[in-house]
C-alpha cells in the first residue's frame, strides 16, 4: 500500500517561490502517475500539474493559472516528487495535496482529475501573502 507524505509549504511573500515534496513509501512504481492539487476554502480541489512516464518519455500536465509558473519533477520512483512554485500569488494560497494513481493511461493524457487518483497525502498548506 503506497502512503504520501507532503513537506515544503508555508508563508511567502507574492513574487516568491517554494518547493514542495511528495515522499512515498509502500509499493511505488515508476508507471503510476502523480499529481499535485490543491484546494483553497470554498473552492474545488484543482490539479495544478501532473507527471506520467511513458516508456521514455515524461509526460506533464498543467493547467493555464500554472503553466510558466510551476514545475512538477521526479528524478526517479525512489525520490519525492517536487513541485516548484515560482512567482507566487495570492491567489495561489490553499493546502497543496500531492496523489498518485495505479490507472492505466494511454497515448499521451495525463490524469488531471481528482478522481483519477486513489491515494492522498495528508497536505500542505500554503500561504501567499500580498
Known amino acids: 500500500q503506497v502512503q504520501l507524505q507532503e513537506s515544503g509549504g508555508g508563508l511567502v511573500q507574492a513574487g516568491g517561490s517554494l518547493r514542495l515534496s511528495c515522499s512515498a513509501t509502500g509499493h511505488t512504481s515508476s508507471d503510476h502517475p502523480v499529481g499535485w492539487f490543491r484546494q483553497a476554502p470554498g473552492k474545488e480541489r484543482e490539479c495544478v500539474a501532473a507527471i506520467r512516464y511513458s516508456g521514455r518519455s515524461t509526460l506533464n500536465y498543467y493547467p493555464d493559472s500554472a503553466k510558466g509558473r510551476f514545475t512538477i519533477s521526479r528524478d526517479d520512483v525512489k525520490n519525492p516528487t517536487y513541485l516548484q512554485l515560482n512567482n507566487l500569488k495570492p491567489g495561489d494560497t490553499a493546502v497543496y495535496y500531492c496523489?498518485?494513481?495505479?490507472?492505466?493511461?494511454?497515448?499521451?493524457?495525463?490524469?488531471?482529475?481528482?478522481?483519477?487518483?486513489?491515494?492522498w497525502g495528508q497536505g500542505t498548506q500554503v500561504t501567499v501573502s500580498s
Open positions: 496523489a498518485s494513481t495505479v490507472l492505466y493511461y494511454a497515448g499521451d493524457y495525463v490524469p488531471r482529475l481528482p478522481n483519477q487518483y486513489q491515494t
